[in-house]
């Protein structure tokens, strides 16, 4: 029987994050992760199971050559690193999750061996001693938490030399004791600034040559943060937003900038992109942009907060539309204005009340 591949990425300081960062948003956080890796397989892993903040794929039968396993380890610290770049540079949210999630980082357990399997209720996964060895692995004593680890049996399956050198990897050799038996290794730490990383797309910072064509403002009974996430948390604006079919969104991705969700009124689709601005200093903004309304080429709608206190906020609801055709504005001037205007405050009073029922 030829050996199998079993590869684990982990990521470091899950613990701590989803210890003492908001539960919710730690979770989407870790969710999209998890994703970005399983999109980053390259050599058509099989996934095994996902447990909690890592992932075990495998490949029956089959070891990739050395160069194409580096370049799978490669592929996912690049596509890793690259979304908490896209994470921190497009986040709207303040709260510790979104705000410490760069300070996660990524390792990778490689081993070989030959597999057996169990099913259980149909489902059929690798099972025994080398599962277990694999497993074992990531407790070692490298002193890093950001490395690709192989197992001796893989370097000598795949003919990794212990001091193999290149762009990306440096590797070393180590051992640890299992079970009153030493177990060897390569592994090398991974320096991030060696990575092609990719470039998050431009942040969509709006600005503007006049003031809003309608302005609402309101005080809410919480803080600022807590009110940005009721505005941002999607899943609460069934109960703010009337007269609306349903939202469409990711429900495993935390709002920031770029992120797409659909509001379906009458069985017709309104999209909506997030985008920003500058905010008052100390003040928190989200902001949307949809092209689906007929009447404008652009709508944005901005809720910028201003903290009044520990348990008080301030609501400034700004509303800036776009309109090239003549026609258009003289029905926006006619008709748009008022019906956006009417839409606007049932949207703030819905809101308003959605919190301080919340709220007690």
Same mark, same amino acid.
């Given at each position: ?37 399983? +999109? ?49 540079? +497009? ?10 999630? +760069? ?43 950001? @490395? ?112 797409? +969700? ?37 709508? @944005? ?60």
């Amino acid at each position: 029987m030829a050996k199998s591949l079993l590869f684990i990425p982990d990521i470091s300081g899950y613990t701590k994050f989803i210890q003492t960062t908001e539960i919710e948003h730690s979770q989407h956080v870790i969710s999209e992760l998890l994703e970005v890796l399983i +999109h980053a397989n390259t050599q058509d892993l099989k996934l095994a199971e996902i447990e909690g903040d890592a992932l075990f794929f495998y490949k029956e039968n089959e070891v990739p050559s050395q160069e194409n396993l580096l370049a799978q380890i490669e592929s996912m610290f690049t596509a890793f690193y690259s979304h908490l770049k896209l994470l921190e540079e +497009h986040r709207i949210c303040p709260c510790n999750a979104c705000a410490t999630a +760069h300070n996660l980082e990524l390792k990778i357990v490689a081993h070989a061996g030959d597999l057996t399997h169990i099913e259980v209720q149909g489902t059929r996964k690798p099972f025994g001693e080398q599962v277990i060895a694999a497993h074992r692995l990531l407790k070692n004593s490298v002193e890093s938490d950001n @490395y690709a680890l192989i197992s001796r049996k893989l370097a000598l399956e795949i003919q990794l030399s212990p001091y193999y050198s290149s762009k990306v990897f440096r590797f070393r050799q180590g051992s640890d004791r299992y079970d009153d038996r030493d177990v060897e290794y390569v592994y090398s730490v991974i320096e991030t600034d060696t990575l092609q990383l990719k470039s998050p797309d431009d942040v969509r910072k709006v600005t503007f040559d006049h003031p809003p064509q309608l302005v609402h403002v309101k005080e809410f009974p919480i803080s600022a943060p807590e009110l940005l996430e009721y505005i941002t948390n999607y899943s609460y604006r069934d109960y703010w937003v009337k007269g609306v079919d349903r939202f469409d969104y990711n429900e495993n991705e935390v709002t920031r900038i770029g992120t797409k +969700h659909t509001c379906v009124i009458n069985g017709r689709d309104l999209d909506f992109l997030t985008v920003t601005k500058d905010a008052e200093q100390g003040g928190l903004v989200y902001g949307e942009v949809t092209k689906s309304p007929p009447i404008v080429d652009e709508l @944005y709608q901005f809720f910028e907060i201003v903290p009044l206190g520990e348990k008080k906020s301030r609501l400034e609801q700004q509303t800036y539309w776009k309109v090239k055709s003549p026609l258009k504005k003289l029905i926006v001037f006619l008709f748009g204005k008022k019906f956006f205007q009417k839409g606007n405050e049932r949207t703030l009073q819905g809101l308003l009340e959605f919190v301080t029922k919340k709220e007690t």
